[in-house]
């Protein structure tokens, strides 16, 4: 029996109590009657103080099974974090925490943490023989312990390190693991089961892209649950997206470099806290997509990195290891354990936190070995290509435990490569990806319109190119925080002109984004066209909608603008029921490049249209004529729904007064058309009246 700095120790059962002898360093020892270990209580007494009445964890049986074990090292357990990590739990009638960890390499492991004063000398863990599991019940420990594992490596030295299925963690600075446990009582059940009837396919979906910390700067989980549901209803997103939500040491890499991925960050509250905003979203409509980083992990030293003395979490190869873009680790996705860590992630966000999509960082650094490397410094897969095999049927595992456990819950993958079948089914050969940023969409559109006016002709492939490979893979459309950082600018300021021009070149673009097939993403501050980047210290720069800004109602025109899309766009059926078949779409004129003109027309499932034009010339075109489809007599007269130049969003308010009556005269291929009034650098949709 371990307990260091004790004078004596008693053991105490229902034959009496048995006084231990003091061997050396805190060891006792002793001899009980009969074959078998009978239930029993310590009685340790420490100088200067009463005798203390303990229970031993050690007379406990493990608290995993024979199936956690097997499932851990099949690489099978779709529900790892109810195995592994610290579990207040009562065992055999006495309450504590079990703490379990995988340490293969391990030559011992030691609980350590604020209730011994970070000395585990007393509380080595148990191997669980080849499963590489170490184990251990510590009696009256619960919620609130900080606590670590201490790794003895086979190189002799010592190592603290956080646990890797921590639930919860000490706010950074500090590193140490949490004991937690859920009181949260969800109340989003009407959600849920709507949640598993949705089709995201065939569904509307225009998302909220924010940086959690920054968006009101100070607020926690449980005050931005106050504000920003209504924030995000007044607007009309569907769906919010947060930027990592997960433990990190540096709050300047925005959560992207992650060291407990199964917790959420304790810079704004509890897991508990966390769930009340998740909870508080879906009460109000609102879906809940997180980004996930599984393409690297950081190394500091209490993290993953040589967990338990040697690469264990990260390949052993160090060219495969290291990631040369961010000075990270990369994730052996080859070894069962560690993609069984992952995939379990996946679900564990999903299940406990009833995220609705898990938006994949950095896919295309998972899938090629040469990613960012040069020449020699990579070494290819088995049939001498550069494809990770092993990241690809990760990925599909990934996906295909997440929606076939999570019903309605979408995964996105952010890809910018060519890589086919992104979004396809895994049993079709796809890696199984519900959605695909569109990174080419965005790329060439940004180029087209920071682009003088005068000059866009020149480039009018750059804005109608996305359509030959629309339908390629099932997209969204992001204008997301990687476009507003880095020099790159805010987006109204990537646009060219003064700054009316800006402005209205920023709501043309918005209109012909929300109107082109896929789904919409816009990060936070551009809603109301900021004119800074992003900066994580600072957030969106709310000051410029106040009153007392001299131009706040300019910038209040295109938050206003954003909110009417997205609620003119919900409405639409054409706009979303067949974003991914070319059966929604058909370009009226996708070649006036002389005009910076184009439209096209999108069909709802029952051939409802929407016909979208874009003028993106500063000059007014009067009396253009635009060819409209026919649905027998009931489309002769067209409304004017949405025209980005309107006064209300800061234009010069030109606009089709009335309604536009279809004339029998054959234009861009269709029976009939009509002249229109278009705006200056403006948008114009129009429905059947």
Known sequence: MLRPLAERVTIETAYGPAELTHQQGGLFTGLLPGSAIPAYRLRVAYPGCEPLLQDDGYRLPPTLGELDLHLIREGRHEQLWQALGSHPRTVEGVEGTAFAVWAPNAVGVRLVGDFNHWDGTGHPMRSLGSSGVWELFVPQLGEGTLYKYEILARDGRRRQKADPLARAAQCPPGTASLVTLSRHRWTDQDWMDRRTRTHHHRAPMSVYELHLASWRPGLGYRELAAELP?????????HVEFMPVMEHPFGGSWGYQVSGFYAPTARLGTPDDFRHLVDALHRAGIGVIVDWVPAH?????????????????????????????WGT??????????????????????????IDGLRVDAVAS??????????????????????????????????????????????????????????RPTDSGGLGFGLKWNMGWMHDSLVYMSKEPVHRKYHHNEITFSMVYAYS?????????????????????????????????????????????????????????????????????????????????????VQRLVGDLNRLYRAAPALWEQDTT???????????????????????????????????????????????????TTDQLWSEVLNTDA??????????????????????????????????LATLWLRPA
């Open 230 to 238: 209504d924030y995000l209803n007044g607007l009309g997103f569907t």
């Open 297 to 325: 992990f950081p190394k500091d030293d209490f993290a993953l990195a040589r967990f338990d003395g040697e690469p264990l979490y990260e390949p052993a190869d160090p060219r495969r290891a290291e990631h040369p873009d």
């Open 329 to 354: 680790l990369e994730f052996d996705y080859g070894r069962t354990e560690v993609r069984n860590f992952l995939v379990a992630n996946a679900v564990y966000w999903c299940e406990e936190f009833h």
């Open 366 to 423: 998972m899938l090629y070995l040469d990613y960012s490397r040069e020449g020699g410094d990579w070494t290819p897969n088995r049939f001498g290509g550069r494809e990770n095999l092993d990241a690809a049927a990760f990925l599909q595992e990934m996906n295909a435990t997440v929606y076939r456990r999570c019903p309605g819950v979408v995964t996105i993958a952010e890809e910018s490569t060519a890589w086919e079948g992104v979004t």
């Open 473 to 557: 893979e099932n997209y969204v459309l992001p204008i997301s925080h990687d476009e507003v950082v880095h020099g790159k600018q805010a987006l109204v300021a990537k646009m060219p002109g003064d700054w009316w021009q800006q402005r209205a070149n920023q709501r043309a673009y918005l209109g012909f984004m929300w109107a082109h097939p896929g789904k919409q993403l816009l990060f936070m501050g551009q809603e109301f066209a900021q004119g800074a980047e992003w900066d994580h210290e600072v957030g969106p720069q709310w000051w410029v909608l106040d009153d007392n800004w001299p131009a706040a109602d300019e910038h209040r025109g």
């Open 582 to 632: 070319p059966d929604g779409f058909r370009w009226l004129d996708g070649g006036a490049a002389e005009d910076n003109l184009l439209s096209f027309v999108r069909f709802a499932a029952d051939g409802s249209p929407l016909v979208a034009v874009c003028n993106f010339a500063p000059v007014v075109r009067h009396g253009y004529r635009v060819g409209l489809p026919t649905l027998g």
């Open 647 to 680: 006064e209300r969003y800061g234009g010069s308010g030109i606009a089709n007064a009335g309604l536009v009556k279809a004339e029998s005269v054959d234009w861009n291929g269709q029976p009939r058309s009509a002249e229109l009034v278009i705006p200056p």
